[in-house]
């Protein structure tokens, strides 16, 4: 399985990105997914949750607001809208399947992951 994020590009505080993630190997629609993000020198995080139906998403403290994560599993896409962008958002940023949606890493081998940089 490998996952395969999009979207990420410089952006100006403020603004907004929508990434996309599409999995190769494996339809996400049985799946809960997650959104993760990681600065050099830093552990990877997990920023945002969704359960395999997208009726339940739980988000860090430092995104609640502002990031919405969402699903289209007929697509077999992954989303994350980002709004209201800060330099400290800025990371590389990838998406995994989950075991439970409290787990703090992913199940599969992870992707290059998108990079997102907003200036000040």
């Known amino acids: 399985v490998q996952m395969v994020e999009t979207g990420g590009r410089l952006v100006q505080a403020g603004g907004s990105l929508r990434l996309s993630c599409v999995p190769s190997?494996?339809?996400?629609?049985?799946?809960?997914m997650a959104w993760f993000r990681q600065t050099p020198g830093k552990e990877r995080e997990k920023i945002a949750s969704?359960?395999?139906?997208?009726?339940?998403?739980q988000y860090a403290d430092s995104v609640k607001g502002r990031f919405t994560i969402s699903r289209d599993n007929d697509q077999n896409t992954l989303y994350l809208q980002m709004n209201s962008l800060k330099p400290e958002d800025t990371a590389v940023y990838f998406c995994?399947?989950?075991?439970?949606?409290?787990?703090?890493?992913?199940?599969?081998?992870w992707g290059q992951g998108t990079q997102v940089t907003v200036s000040s």
């Open positions: 969704s359960s395999w139906n997208g009726l339940t998403t």
């Open positions: 995994n399947r989950l075991h439970t949606l409290s787990s703090s890493t992913g199940v599969d081998t």
């Open positions: 190997g494996v339809s996400i629609n049985v799946y809960n």
